[in-house]
């Protein structure tokens, strides 16, 4: 895999490999690892555009508080990459459709673990 993926420098362990769709390329993810976590592996940066100005945005924050990273995962709208696990033959989408105004409300609570 290309992009930003840590290679075997020092003993980790990961989940098993597993494919899913990332914009129509089938792509590998590991299990226990976050969309935009596999975003930045990728080196794929750009997750969305906005809609006033069409600048593009990504992961900032890394913990689900500033939704700069809205995606759509399995033609569920505006999903944040930072705190979506990936799962078998899940697909992913980024696009201009996703918007800071139509969070998905799935999405709108608190840390299981805080």
């Known amino acids: 895999m290309s992009g930003y993926r840590i290679e075997s420098a020092f003993p980790y362990e990961r989940g098993e490999s597993i494919p899913i769709f990332v914009d ?6 590991y299990e226990g690892e976050t969309v935009g976590a596999l975003m930045f592996a990728l080196d794929r940066i750009a997750l969305r555009r906005t809609r006033s100005e069409s600048a593009t ?4 924050c890394g913990m689900g508080v500033c939704y700069e990273c809205l995606i ?11 705190i979506t696990q990936v ?3 899940m697909t ?5 459709d996703n918007t800071f105004d139509e969070v998905n409300p799935q999405q709108n609570r608190q840390c299981d673990e805080c």
Do not use: F, H, L, W
């Not at 945005?57 to 900032?60: E, F, K, L, M, S």
């Open 24 to 29: 129509g390329e089938v792509v590998m993810a």
């Open 57 to 60: 945005r990504g992961v900032y």
């Open 72 to 82: 759509t995962v399995n033609a569920t709208k505006n999903i944040r990459a930072c």
């Open 87 to 89: 799962s078998p033959g």
């Open 92 to 96: 992913v989408e980024t696009s201009a």
